[in-house]
Structure formats: C-alpha cells, structure tokens
Nanobody
C-alpha cells in the first residue's frame, strides 16, 4: 500500500487548505484512512479518519467543525478540507492506512502503512 499526501502550504490564520491523500487503486476497498499531524517538538497526533465505506468518520476535538474528511473512490483519493486554520494547526500532516472492515482509527500504533508528510504552516 502506498500513500502520497499533498496540498500543504503556507496560509494566514483563517485561511483554508485542502490536503489530498492519493493511494493505490483498490486500497480504499480494504483500508480505512486516517490523517495525522506532528508539530515540532510534539508527538504525532491523529486528527481525523474515514472508514473504507465512508460511512464512519471521526474528528478530534481540536479540528471538529473546521476540518472535513472525504473520499473519492474513483480517484483513489482521500481529502482533508481544512477551514478556519489557526497557527496551532501548523505541522507536518500525514495520511495513513489501516486494514479495517467497518471502522477507522486515529491511534498511530494501530496504523499499517504511512505516507510521507506534507507541511502546513499557518501564520498569525
């Protein structure tokens, strides 16, 4: 399983970015996808995930109401729409996959495959 995150960049507080996680074809049929982030000097934090069917999603409290996760099976891509960005959202963002039938996870130790990260920088 290969995952490639993209879409990071630098924005001002209050701005928006959309991250994309491109995966191998058919990966979304068997794997739930999660988004994680790691700020300098901090542990990796799971922030959102979506099940393989798209029927289950999860958001950590710090991003709830501002971020939306979605998937496009035809494009083999999972998106993370990030609105109302804050300086504390600055981090390297990673997407990751876990083989799962119905659920998803934001627990890093439960992840099967990681993609390379994309930097998000939010200035005040």
């Amino acid at each position: 399983v290969q995952l490639q995150a993209s879409g990071g960049g630098s924005v001002q507080a209050g701005g928006s970015l959309r991250l994309s996680c491109r995966v191998n074809r058919y990966t979304l049929d068997y794997y739930a996808i999660g988004w994680f982030r790691q700020a300098p000097g901090k542990e990796r934090e799971g922030i959102s995930c979506i099940s393989r069917t798209g029927g289950t999603t999860y958001y950590t409290d710090s991003v709830k109401g501002r971020f939306i996760i979605s998937r496009d099976s035809a494009k083999a891509t999972v998106y993370l729409q990030m609105d109302s960005l804050k300086p504390e959202d600055t981090a390297v963002y990673y997407c990751a996959a876990k083989e799962a039938m119905t659920s998803c996870t934001v627990v890093a130790t439960e992840i099967d495959y990681w993609g390379k990260g994309t930097q998000v920088t939010v200035s005040s």
